[in-house]
């Protein structure tokens, strides 16, 4: 017990890593609970039946030299000492930051189970348009707007620095750390009102705000379950509901609407990836299993495109039967909901879930784990109920039924990307390294920070779209990282992930060294002609 208090206070003062939030009263409730120890322990050497307790019988035979006249009378102030100093710190607790020793257990009790890709609905846009009642509240504009259950979050946070030492926003430089946005809530909810410090602006700069990729690593390391991105979404909705957005984030809604991609490309040309393929679009053949859902960056992205093209050759070889939308196939506005603006994403979901469920879409198979997390994750909630597949999985379970046959590879390793979306959000680690084990001369080399460890891309959170500010890109963070373990082939499988770190390897200079490949392109190279 005093070797692991000694432990403790040499980690918050001393120890290297990251730094530690100190204040004075942190040594001085370590130096009371050390006091109640001693003299808890000095009461059982002093009693006459020490034999229970282990340090009791160490220091029994110190006293009794004394006598036991003496030891009678020793033990009642050494209790009232050791009472007085339980009770104080027990009093002192709710004034202090020890009230996470009741606010933590609090929290995890009260968290909902909900399904991780799902973020909250703050709003029914299809009730609204029915009712015609269209006055409701977006976003969190001021402490009180958030619930009691977020709030009482913040008075849980323990200053661990688990979330700020594994937030890619943090490392990059920017603006950013998820536990001092979360100890600036806390303050501002204990504040009087009086103060008259506003939420937005006084509190929380903005930037902090559009600088999360919403990879929810701090959720994921926070050992009381703190929603930190949940608090995140409800500011930046506010701030999408005020207009307080720059001309990108604004450019970017615009063309969801006007042209049903963020690339602001023509929707005419949305299947120009797929020329000379013999594509069929969905209907025109009975019995096709899967819908193909190409996605925004697979069908305009001229890096991407070569993933879908490569997944495609890959169904083809397995005879599995799909089709696509074509040029009817739009945005399902993910990205919209990420950085704020939920009704342009409810309107989506509803047009778009009205047209797969009319043409009979059962199951969906996509290169994109945004999309796969979308239609997986927060679709079923307004009806739309399909099974999605990632590509990987597919690819994996090909591979299983002996469906692909795979030629003889030349010698090569490969590190693998765990796309944060496809992992941190859906826990699916296996498939992509199943295909890469399976691939015949590819030896796979873990990075440091792998499966939930995994250090994000960048690109999440509407961040692929839009500036922010900081020291050195998550991508080339990353792109360092794996160039570090000399591997051939810098793997990933999703296309956020495969554009940043494409951008990020003419930076680090590892374009021709260390190639960014999709683990699909692995695959169709890989087929026997």
């Not at 009678?72 to 104080?88: D, R």
């Not at 602006?201 to 009381?224: I, N």
């Not at 309107?347 to 969906?364: D, F, H, P, S, Y």
Request: include cysteine; aromatic fraction near 8%; glycine fraction near 8%.
């Amino acid at each position: 017990f005093g070797a692991g208090l000694i432990l403790l206070e040499y980690k918050r003062l001393r120890a290297t890593g990251p730094p530690l939030e100190t204040a004075w009263e942190d040594s001085f409730v370590y130096g009371v609970i050390v006091a109640m120890a001693v003299s808890g322990f000095l009461m059982m050497g002093v009693n006459t039946w020490a034999w229970p307790s282990p340090a009791g019988s160490v220091l029994s035979p110190l006293f009794e030299p004394l006598g036991p006249k003496v030891l009678v009378e020793l033990y009642p102030g050494l209790w009232l000492i050791h009472s007085a100093l339980v009770f104080s710190l027990i009093a002192y607790i709710p004034n202090s930051r020890l009230i996470h020793l009741i606010t933590s257990p609090a929290n995890v009790y009260y968290t909902p189970i909900t399904v991780k890709g799902e973020l909250t609905t703050p709003f029914d846009l299809k009730q609204m348009m029915e009712t015609g009642n269209f006055d409701v509240k977006v976003g969190a504009s001021e402490i009180n707007d958030f619930t009691w259950r977020q709030m009482l979050s913040f008075d849980a946070c323990t200053l661990c620095v688990r979330c700020t030492d594994a937030c890619p926003a943090t490392a990059s430089g920017t603006k950013l750390s998820p536990m001092h946005l979360i100890l600036k809530l806390k303050d501002l909810e204990l504040e009087s009102r009086d103060t008259g410090r506003r939420l937005h602006g006084d509190v929380v700069d903005p930037e902090e705000l559009w600088a999360c990729t919403t990879c929810r690593a701090c959720v994921q390391e926070c050992p009381v379950l703190i929603q930190h991105v949940e608090a995140i979404y409800d500011m930046r909705r506010h701030l999408m509901a005020e207009g307080k957005v720059d001309k990108k984030k604004r450019d970017l809604l615009t063309f969801l609407s006007t042209v049903g991609n963020p690339y602001g490309l023509a929707s005419g040309d949305r299947m120009k990836w797929a020329e000379g393929l013999d594509i069929k679009i969905w209907g025109e053949e009975p019995e096709q299993e899967f819908l193909y859902w190409v996605g925004c960056a697979g069908s305009y992205d001229t890096r991407n495109q070569m993933v879908s093209r490569a997944l495609v050759k890959i169904m083809k070889a397995a005879k599995v039967s799909f089709g696509v939308l074509g040029n009817d196939e739009r945005c399902n506005c993910e990205v919209a909901r990420r950085v704020g603006e939920e009704g342009r994403f409810q309107q989506a979901a509803m047009e778009l879930i009205e047209t797969l469920n009319k043409r009979g879409v059962k199951k969906i198979v996509t290169q994109c784990p945004h999309c796969y997390n979308t239609f997986r994750n927060e679709y079923p909630r307004f009806g739309g109920k399909f099974e999605v597949l990632h590509h990987t999985q597919l690819i994996a379970k090909l591979l299983q039924e002996g469906r692909l046959r795979l030629a003889k590879g030349k010698q090569e390793t490969v590190t693998f990307h765990d796309p944060c979306y496809l992992g941190r959000y859906n826990d699916e680690y296996e498939a992509p390294r199943r295909i890469i084990r399976a691939l015949s001369g590819k030896r796979l080399i873990e990075l440091p920070r792998s499966r939930s460890k995994s250090f994000c891309c960048g690109g999440g959170g509407g961040n692929t779209w839009y500036t922010v500010e900081g020291k050195k890109k998550c991508s080339v963070i990353r792109t360092e990282e794996a160039h570090r373990m000399k591997p051939d082939i810098f793997a990933a499988a999703c296309p956020y992930c495969i554009s940043m770190f494409e951008d990020a390897a003419k930076i680090v200079g590892t374009s021709e060294s260390m190639p960014v490949r999709d683990v699909a392109e692995l695959v169709a190279e890989a087929l026997e002609q």
